[in-house]
C-alpha cells in the first residue's frame, strides 16, 4: 500500500474546495460547464471563484480579480481545462497567463471541441507548469450534464417517479396522491430547480393536472414541456399558466388540431411545436431539439408509458426512484409501462448505485446501463 504525498494530497484538497464552489452554480450554467478555481499561494487560498451564469465571467476571471497581484507565482486549481477561445467572454487561459501564475492544477480535459487540449497547451507554452487529472472523476461527475449534452447533442435525462412497495404509481382508480411523504417531495422541488426541463407526458396532464413548477423560496421553474401527439390537453390545465418566468412547450404531431394548435401559441409563453409525423412525436428530434435552445438537462416525472419509450431507446442516463412503504395491490399503473423487455437476461440495470432511508421513503439512485446486445 502506497500513501499519497503531501502534495498530492494538498492538490486534492484545494480541488475539492474547487468542485464545491463550482456545484454553488448548479442548474444556473446551461448550457455551459458548472466549473470553479482557487488560486493557492503558500498553501492558503487567497481568491477562489466559480462560473455562476452563462454569458457571465468564468470562475477563473473571479477567481483572480479576488486574489489580484497576489496571483503572481500562485497556483490556480481548476474543476475543467481553461477555455482558449473567444465566446462571450474572452479565454479563461489569457487571464491566467497575465496574472503570471506559475501553475495550474486541472481536474479534466473540456470535451468541448473548441477547446479541447488547446487551453493547457497555450499554458505550457506560456511557461506555466499544468498538472491534468486530480479528482477527474469527481469533475466528471459534477459535469455529466454538460459532458453527455457537448458529446452527443442529446440532454442528460434523469427520471424520478415515486411508488409503492409493490410497484404502483398510483390506485387502480387512479389516485396518485400522495404516494411518497413530504421529505422526498421537497427533494422532487429540490430537482426541478437544478434541471432546465421538466417532462411529462400528456396523460399526466390530463388526470392530474399538475402545475410543473419549483416550489422553493427563490427556485428557477424549468421549462415545461408535455408530449402530446394528438393535442389532447385541456386549454385550461394549469400548466399551461403555471409559470410567469419559464415557458410551456407542447410537442405535439401533425395529427393535432389546427385550430387548437393556433389557440395555444397565442397564449403567453407557450409554444407548440409540431413534428411532421402522424402518430408519434420523434422523441430524439424532440430531445435535440432542447439542446439546440440551450438546455442540456431533462428531469422526466411521468407517466410510465413515456418513461417506458425513453429506456427502450436508451434516451435515459439516471433514475431517482422513491419508494415508499405501502401496499396499494389492484391493476394500478407501473412507472415503466412503456418498457417491454421479453426475456430477463435483457433487463434494463442501474449502476453506482445510493441508498438513503432517513426520510421515511426508501430512495434509491442509480445510473442507467447499456441494455445488452
Known amino acids: 500500500m502506497h500513501e499519497s504525498s503531501p502534495s498530492i494530497l494538498k492538490d486534492e484538497q484545494f480541488m475539492r474546495r474547487a468542485l464545491e464552489l463550482a456545484a454553488k452554480a448548479t442548474g444556473r450554467t446551461s448550457p455551459n460547464p458548472l466549473v470553479g478555481c482557487v488560486i493557492v499561494k ?32 500562485a497556483t490556480a486549481y481548476v474543476t475543467l481545462e481553461p477555455c482558449s477561445h473567444f465566446g462571450r467572454t474572452p479565454p479563461c ?96 422541488h429540490q430537482l426541478r430547480d437544478a434541471y432546465d426541463v421538466i417532462l411529462v407526458g400528456s396523460e399526466t396532464v390530463i388526470q392530474d393536472n399538475p402545475a410543473l413548477t419549483c416550489r422553493l423560496p427563490h427556485g428557477k421553474d424549468p421549462v415545461r414541456l408535455i408530449v402530446d401527439g394528438k393535442l389532447r390537453l385541456e386549454e385550461k390545465a394549469q400548466v399551461l399558466t403555471s409559470s410567469k418566468h419559464s415557458p410551456c412547450i407542447i410537442a405535439t404531431t401533425l395529427a393535432a388540431s389546427s385550430e387548437k394548435v393556433q389557440r395555444l401559441q397565442s397564449l403567453e409563453r407557450v409554444e407548440v411545436w409540431q413534428y411532421k409525423t402522424e402518430r408519434h412525436v420523434p422523441l430524439e428530434k424532440l430531445l435535440r431539439d432542447l439542446v439546440l435552445r440551450g438546455w442540456i438537462s431533462v428531469l422526466l416525472e411521468g407517466g410510465g408509458g413515456l418513461a417506458g419509450t425513453l429506456l427502450q431507446n436508451k434516451l435515459i442516463d439516471k433514475a431517482e426512484l422513491f419508494i415508499a412503504p405501502k401496499f396499494v395491490g389492484g391493476t394500478g399503473p407501473s412507472p415503466l409501462s412503456g418498457l417491454h423487455i421479453k426475456a430477463m437476461s435483457e433487463a434494463v440495470t442501474l449502476d453506482n448505485l445510493s441508498f438513503d432511508m432517513h426520510t421515511g421513503d426508501l430512495h434509491v439512485t442509480g445510473y442507467i446501463s447499456n441494455f445488452k446486445q
Open 42 to 73: 503558500d498553501n492558503e487560498i487567497i481568491g477562489e471563484g466559480y462560473h455562476h451564469k452563462a454569458g457571465t465571467p468564468h470562475a477563473e476571471v473571479h477567481a483572480l480579480a479576488a486574489a489580484g497581484d497576489q496571483a503572481s507565482g
Open 93 to 188: 487561459a489569457d487571464a491566467l497567463i497575465r496574472a503570471n501564475v506559475k501553475r495550474v492544477v486541472v481536474a479534466m480535459q473540456d470535451p468541448n471541441p473548441l477547446v479541447s487540449g488547446q487551453g493547457t497547451e497555450r499554458l505550457r507554452e506560456a511557461g506555466i507548469q499544468v498538472d491534468l487529472g486530480v479528482l477527474q472523476h469527481e469533475a466528471e461527475r459534477t459535469n455529466e450534464i454538460f459532458l453527455k449534452s457537448i458529446t452527443t447533442g442529446l440532454p442528460f435525462i434523469v427520471y424520478k417517479t415515486a411508488m409503492t412497495l409493490d410497484g404502483k404509481i398510483a390506485t387502480e382508480t387512479g389516485d396518485s396522491r400522495w404516494v411518497s411523504n413530504e421529505s422526498s417531495r421537497h427533494y422532487v
